[in-house]
């Protein structure tokens, strides 16, 4: 421990080891609470969008306003929307910064996204192993939880890794909003204060999150994929 | 069993009309293999699938066990469903589930006991020849395999009726031969009705006991098979039985001339190249006291050469002598009485 003092300050005189500890907490506490959000809203948003995919009129409508709506609001930067959304924000969390505070823009970016990674999997599902389970009996619940969800699973998972990532660098935006984070450190404690020692660990440290993210996607969906 | 009752399914788009199935009427007994020929759009595929409404008719009628299941409801509908199992052309098996997961699959369904399910399906994975396969994915799977375990799911339910929609046409011949062993055994032992899909006329000449042949939608020709083969009417029905060669495997043809030609004996002769061109029956004939009554006759150009097979009636007092001079001769011949 000493050692490291000592190289710390003889190479990164302004980083605070305690300060990118509790950061980088702040960055990963952000990321997990959307992913779940993302994860359970993404999925039922897909699953809605794939089961009104149909031939019927009424139904088709249905998709069609869900896949607009879905579609203007990927198309909003992130960083514009954390801006339209602070009065939604302050409603519901109380205030407009802190971790919280990111929460909210955090999850409607990101829900739109996965909802379309997850439209995409469940339309890889061959069609006739739902047609199979139809013959043989299947009601529509039976054959979302034991059908599409188990047989697009690789795809889930690997989706939702490529939504936490791309949530990673989100938060780092969130900063703007003074959501706390290694974006924050970054961009505030280290750039603007000329501090680069500061942003160059701030940026490591992201990466190695992104590395270990990824690693873990990958490694679960190869065990998971029997294909 | 099974009757349908002026059965039409019209798919429409636009201002386009595809009549994929037309008005049929059609009685399948409880019990019997029942096969469906036709060629690629004739409404085999759209018939099946009417048969357990995985297609909603435009109009018409299903009865299951007497029960006219277009009026039911989804509910009875699944219910009644679990009574008809279904075999697939590409196997429809999940991948991530194991053989033993995928035959439960249909006992899940069914809300069957963990210990019941257990058991059913280790003894399907017997019927089926799968012993020790039980934790394999279907990627680990032959084609054959495969479908073994389908039969298996289909079976699983213990359902009254099965449906094949060209179960063996993604198979080679030898592996379609083993699977059609297979449903042929399960018919026989547990009753069970089947309906068979196939373009392929051997399948139908293998196992059905009745034959239907589809063309545009329509029932076009109908019977058992043997008379079906003997006498066809239409001019598809006999595109069809062209496909099959009297070859050593037809013992149902071959069965049905020994009964009609009682008399002296029944004779395969099997020629290679070099004695085609000599004259046999004549010198068979000259130097023996026998007579000689063509039944069937076929000779084969292939890539590299052409054989015979000639089906003949001998009679007369000569007959072992005939025979020891055919095989002097270099001829292959089998005697069937
Ligand atoms: N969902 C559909 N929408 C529109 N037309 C369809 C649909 N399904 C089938 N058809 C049409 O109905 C006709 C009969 O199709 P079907 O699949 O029953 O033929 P098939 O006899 O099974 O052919 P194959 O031997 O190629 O499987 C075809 O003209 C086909 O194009
Ligand atoms: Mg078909």
Redesign the pocket.
């Known amino acids: 421990m000493d050692k490291l003092n000592k190289l710390t300050e003889a190479f990164l005189p302004h980083v605070k080891w305690v300060k990118v500890l509790e950061y980088t907490y702040e960055t990963l506490y952000m990321t997990a609470i959307t992913t779940i959000f993302v994860f359970i809203f993404g999925l039922l948003l897909g699953l809605i969008l794939f089961l009104t995919n149909e031939n019927h009129i009424l139904v088709k409508m249905i998709n069609k306003i869900l896949s607009t709506f879905i579609n203007i609001f990927r198309s909003i930067p992130f960083i514009i929307l954390i801006v339209l959304l602070i009065p939604f924000t302050n409603k519901i969390i109380g205030n407009i910064t802190g971790k919280e505070a990111a929460l909210p823009a955090l999850i409607i970016a990101a829900i739109p996204f996965y909802a379309r990674l997850v439209e995409i999997a469940l339309r890889e599902i061959n069609k006739g192993v739902i047609e199979a389970a139809r013959a043989m009996g299947a009601s529509f619940f039976q054959i979302i939880t034991k059908v599409l969800i188990p047989e697009s699973l690789p795809a889930l998972i690997s989706g939702i890794t490529v939504t936490a990532i791309t949530l990673l660098s989100y938060t780092a935006m969130a900063g703007v909003i003074g959501a706390g984070g290694l974006g924050y450190l970054a961009i505030d404690e280290g750039f603007s204060r000329s501090r680069h020692d500061v942003t160059l660990v701030a940026t490591i440290v992201s990466i190695m999150i992104v590395l270990v993210f990824q690693s873990v996607g990958d490694y679960t969906t190869k065990k998971i994929d029997k294909r | 069993m099974i009757v349908l009752n002026q059965l039409s399914k019209t ?1 429409s ?1 636009k201002n386009q009309h ?1 009549h ?2 037309e008005n049929i009427n059609l009685k399948i007994e409880k019990g019997e293999i029942f096969g469906i020929v ?10 099946i ?1 009417l048969i357990n409404l995985l297609e909603k008719p435009t109009n018409g009628s299903v009865f299951v066990n007497g029960q006219d299941i277009t009026k039911i409801s989804s509910k009875e509908l699944r219910v009644v469903r679990r009574k008809i199992g279904m075999v697939f052309q590409h196997f429809n098996l999940l991948w991530s589930r194991t053989v033993f997961e995928n035959i439960a699959f249909p006992l899940e369904i069914a809300h069957v006991s963990k210990q019941e399910i257990k058991d059913r399906v280790n003894q399907l994975i017997n019927l089926v020849g799968l012993d020790g396969r039980e934790s394999s994915y279907p990627s680990e799977l032959s084609g054959g395999q495969k479908q073994r375990v389908g039969i298996a799911r289909a079976l699983a339910n213990n359902p009254e009726v099965l449906l094949c ?2 179960a063996t046409s993604a198979l080679d011949p030898q592996t379609t031969d083993s699977i059609l062993e297979l449903i042929k055994e399960i018919n026989k032992n547990i009753g069970i009705t089947v309906v068979l ?1 196939t ?1 392929e006329m051997h399948v139908i000449k293998k196992i059905c006991h009745r034959v239907a042949v ?1 063309e545009a ?1 329509s029932i076009i020709e109908l019977g058992n098979v043997l008379d079906v083969f003997t006498n066809p009417k239409k001019e598809t029905t006999k595109k069809f039985i062209k496909q099959i060669v009297y070859d050593d495997d037809s013992h149902e043809s071959m069965n049905h001339l020994i009964e009609k030609y009682s008399k002296g004996k029944i004779v395969i002769l099997k020629y290679k190249n070099e004695n085609i061109e000599s004259p046999i029956l004549s010198q068979l004939i000259k130097n023996n006291d026998v007579d000689v009554n063509i039944l069937h006759g076929k000779v084969v150009q292939t890539s590299t050469g052409s054989y015979g097979t000639l089906y003949l009636q001998l009679t007369g007092n000569d007959i072992t002598k005939a025979l020891d001079y055919l095989i002097s001769l270099g001829i292959e011949v089998e005697v069937m009485n």
């Open positions: 798919y788009k595809i994929a199935v036709g060629y690629s759009g004739a409404g085999k595929s759209t018939l699938r929609d060209e899909i373009h589809m939608g």
